[in-house]
């Protein structure tokens, strides 16, 4: 699992944002960036890929920028220099790296930051040559290599060989499109002198392991567009847009603008999902100068508006299970407004605790029960008869004489 924050942002202003999309799209997309903006300015935790996604765009609100730039760099110093508690993932400090390129930071003012992110590698590529996996996980591996590429430092050839797809692993599509993005900007990587910064031997076996790696990309778009699911299509078309496949790339891009209403409205998707439609990936980072952007991005031009009343009535069945699939607790909630996943289980009166991610709260124990990451275990949410659930606690809202199944599961 990779690390998330939850930054919530106006669902209603969302809903009308995604009935208006094919309406107008450029319009709207201009909108999505405002709302996402708006979501810099709240009082929850810094997100980088938020920042990432508003550097990336082509209209800027450079103070608000800034601002939440300096949040960044604060939070991550703090991490860094923490003596007790969890030190931050490899994802994580990868996510800042590229958010601190996005504004062309010099990497001298976070200079703890380059040699935290190549000792988390190498204990991600040990971890990989004892047990078969990363330390965390190919996506977040793969986003250290990309952001340490994008900053310009030369990578060690054992940390790339990492990359290299074997026939027995068997990645999900984000994960694979981050892959392809660190690979490609390890193929095409230069020295000051317009050198290849890595020899042709090296190059070519990149390039073979990024083929097979978008073959199975492109092999795995469906006829509506979609890549896997909505969220892994925005990823897995930065993964097209590196190699040139702006057909496929457009195929996705639509099945994005017909996404769900609210599909996007945690501020992490959104944040995956606004590059892409601005034709825009993380390789972009390493081309950006900062000079004569345009500066008109304004959070007040969106009018606020009031939430609607989601009374309802009727009841959502949990069920709690543990590895061996039996029952361990069970609760009925009624539903006296619009609540989400996470206020059902408060209800419940469960016993239950949540980390905090990139995401959002993440659940870690229900019922006395720890998904444990050594026995890489994690909490499964189902809805009916197998239906997983695409969203967060705090995202999904269940509905009248829904069940859900809290499961414990291997990943």
Same mark, same amino acid.
């Given at each position: 699992?990779?690390?998330?924050?939850?930054?919530?942002?106006?669902?209603?202003?969302?809903?009308?944002?995604?009935? %208006?999309?094919?309406?107008?799209?450029?319009?709207?997309?201009?909108?999505?960036?405002?709302?996402?903006?708006?979501?810099?300015?709240?009082?929850? &935790?810094?997100?980088?890929?938020?920042?990432?996604?508003?550097?990336?765009?082509?209209?800027?609100?450079?103070? !608000?920028?800034?601002?939440?730039?300096?949040?960044?760099?604060?939070?991550?110093?703090?991490?860094?220099?923490?003596?007790?508690?969890?030190?931050?993932?490899?994802?994580?400090? *990868?996510?800042?790296?590229? *958010?601190?390129?996005?504004?062309?930071?010099?990497?001298?003012?976070?200079?703890?930051?380059?040699?935290?992110?190549?000792?988390?590698?190498? *204990?991600?590529?040990?971890? +990989?040559?004892?047990?078969?996996? $990363?330390?965390?996980?190919?996506?977040?591996?793969?986003?250290?290599?990309?952001? +340490?590429?994008?900053?310009?430092?030369?990578?060690?050839?054992?940390?790339?060989?990492?990359?290299?797809?074997?026939?027995?692993?068997?990645?999900?599509?984000? @994960?694979?499109?981050?892959?392809?993005?660190?690979?490609?900007?390890?193929?095409?990587?230069?020295? $000051?002198?317009?050198?290849?910064?890595?020899?042709?031997?090296?190059?070519?076996?990149?390039?073979?392991?990024?083929?097979?790696?978008?073959?199975?990309?492109?092999?795995?778009?469906?006829? %509506?567009?979609?890549?896997?699911?909505?969220?892994?299509?925005?990823?897995?078309?930065?993964?097209?847009?590196?190699?040139?496949?702006?057909?496929?790339?457009?195929?996705?891009?639509?099945?994005?603008?017909?996404? &769900?209403?609210?599909?996007?409205?945690? &501020?992490?998707?959104?944040?995956?999902?606004?590059?892409?439609?601005?034709?825009?990936?993380?390789?972009?980072?390493?081309?950006?100068?900062?000079? !004569?952007?345009?500066?008109?991005?304004?959070? @007040?031009?969106?009018?606020?508006?009031?939430?609607?009343?989601?009374?309802?009535?009727?009841?959502?069945?949990?069920?709690?299970?543990?590895?061996?699939?039996?029952?361990?607790?069970?609760?009925?909630?009624?539903?006296?407004?619009?609540?989400?996943?996470?206020?059902?289980?408060?209800?419940?009166?469960?016993?239950?605790?949540?980390?905090?991610?990139?995401?959002? &709260?993440?659940?870690?124990?229900?019922?006395?029960?720890?998904?444990? !990451? *050594?026995?890489?275990?994690?909490?499964?949410?189902?809805?009916?008869?197998?239906?997983?659930?695409?969203?967060?606690?705090?995202?999904?809202?269940?509905?009248?004489?829904?069940?859900?199944?809290?499961?414990?599961?291997?990943?």
């Amino acid at each position: 699992m990779q690390p998330r924050k939850l930054l919530l942002i106006s669902c209603m202003q969302i809903l009308l944002l995604a009935l %208006n999309l094919q309406a107008n799209p450029e319009e709207t997309i201009r909108s999505l960036n405002v709302h996402l903006l708006r979501s810099t300015i709240s009082a929850l &935790p810094a997100n980088p890929s938020v920042h990432i996604a508003l550097r990336l765009s082509p209209e800027h609100s450079l103070q !608000d920028e800034r601002k939440y730039l300096h949040k960044l760099k604060t939070d991550l110093q703090g991490k860094l220099s923490r003596s007790s508690g969890l030190p931050p993932s490899t994802g994580l400090v *990868a996510l800042y790296l590229l *958010a601190f390129r996005a504004s062309c930071l010099s990497l001298s003012t976070v200079e703890k930051a380059v040699p935290y992110l190549k000792k988390e590698l190498r *204990a991600e590529r040990n971890h +990989l040559n004892n047990g078969h996996v $990363p330390l965390t996980n190919y996506y977040q591996y793969s986003l250290g290599v990309l952001a +340490l590429c994008v900053n310009n430092v030369r990578i060690d050839h054992g940390i790339l060989s990492g990359l290299t797809p074997h026939r027995h692993h068997h990645h999900h599509i984000d @994960t694979n499109a981050m892959m392809v993005l660190a690979l490609k900007c390890v193929h095409d990587s230069k020295m $000051p002198n317009n050198a290849w910064m890595y020899s042709n031997h090296r190059r070519t076996n990149v390039l073979l392991a990024m083929n097979k790696l978008i073959q199975q990309i492109q092999n795995h778009q469906a006829e %509506n567009g979609t890549i896997g699911n909505i969220y892994s299509t925005a990823v897995a078309l930065q993964a097209l847009l590196a190699v040139r496949d702006e057909a496929r790339w457009l195929k996705g891009k639509r099945a994005l603008i017909e996404a &769900p209403k609210r599909a996007f409205d945690n &501020p992490m998707a959104l944040s995956q999902l606004l590059p892409v439609l601005y034709r825009k990936t993380y390789l972009d980072i390493g081309q950006m100068d900062c000079n !004569d952007e345009h500066d008109g991005l304004n959070t @007040t031009k969106l009018s606020a508006t009031t939430e609607p009343n989601f009374t309802l009535t009727g009841f959502v069945h949990l069920t709690v299970k543990n590895i061996s699939k039996a029952d361990i607790c069970k609760a009925k909630v009624p539903l006296r407004r619009r609540m989400s996943l996470l206020e059902v289980l408060n209800e419940a009166n469960l016993d239950f605790e949540t980390k905090e991610t990139l995401w959002g &709260p993440f659940l870690t124990s229900v019922c006395h029960l720890r998904a444990q !990451d *050594a026995e890489r275990t994690y909490w499964q949410l189902i809805s009916g008869e197998n239906t997983q659930l695409k969203k967060g606690i705090k995202d999904y809202h269940p509905h009248g004489k829904e069940h859900i199944l809290l499961q414990l599961s291997h990943f």
